[in-house]
């Protein structure tokens, strides 16, 4: 009886160690290949944003530049995980439109009704004794686009030029972007022709809904600084 004992614990002992090696031999996961469509999103971006994803030995992503769609190799639990990851990322890009002021600052004491909600904010900025509105200008763009406009202030003329880097909607939201501000090209300087002229080139995050002054430039002549400020305001999540 005693040996019977010792055999059965034997045994025992035996599929406790062979057991998990049994498991561990057990066929990996059929994969499946899936093409998923996209709206939105570049066929390359998407390749990108989910190629981190996919481990298996022989799975892979495939994209066509010409086709709008993403083809993938994986188990069907990888598969289902990339297709809730695409489909929250290909969204319609939200479009912003923009309301540039151009700000003229000099040692003439005054103020401007035109830009009183930013006269304390300057001040606190700045230190010159004025300031006054001498040109603005409004433009639309979507997410990852360019945009370009020209702003008069008198017989001046100025372009500017900026790329939407990337727009996070929704409150607390806003808009990261570059900006450049250049006196243009065949236009005229205090009533004199000039030249095109490089005066501020920044990138920044602007909140969307406030005003927020990007940077200033020293022009010459009687205006001691050219301030440029901005204001973002989503008007819709697409244009397409």
């Known amino acids: 009886m005693k040996s019977i ?3 059965a614990r034997l045994v025992a002992a035996l599929c406790i160690t062979v057991g998990p090696s049994l498991a561990a031999q057990a066929p990996p996961a059929p994969l499946i290949t899936r093409t998923i ?3 939105y999103l570049r066929p390359v971006d998407a390749a990108r944003l989910v190629s981190p994803y996919v481990r298996s030995t022989h799975g892979g992503v495939y994209e066509a530049g010409s086709v709008q769609a993403v083809t993938i190799t994986e188990t069907a639990p990888v598969l289902a995980r990339i297709d ?3 489909r929250e990322n290909d ?10 002021q151009l700000i003229a600052a000099d040692d003439t004491p005054g103020s401007d009704v035109a ?3 930013l006269d304390a904010t300057l001040r606190s900025m700045f230190r010159f004794k004025g300031y006054h509105l001498i040109g603005e200008g409004t433009t639309t763009a979507a997410e990852a686009e360019s945009f370009s406009l020209t702003i008069a202030g008198g017989e001046d ?4 030029a900026g790329d939407v880097l990337t727009v996070q909607a929704g409150a607390g939201g806003g808009v990261r972007l570059r900006v450049r501000l250049d006196r243009a090209s065949g236009a005229s300087f205090q009533g004199k022709p000039v030249g095109g002229e490089q005066l501020l080139s920044t990138g920044l995050t602007v909140p969307l809904g406030q005003t927020v002054v990007l940077g200033s430039a020293a022009p010459g002549g009687a205006n001691r600084a050219l301030i ?7 008007t819709s999540m697409s244009r397409r």
């Not at 440029?228 to 989503?234: C, G, I, M, Q």
């Open 5 to 7: 004992g010792r055999l």
């Open 37 to 39: 469509p996209l709206r």
């Open 84 to 86: 809730s990851l695409l």
């Open 91 to 100: 969204r319609a890009p939200a479009v912003v439109a923009f309301r540039f």
């Open 115 to 117: 830009i009183d909600s």
């Open 157 to 160: 003329r100025f372009a500017l």
């Open 228 to 234: 440029l400020a901005v204001r973002p305001e989503v």
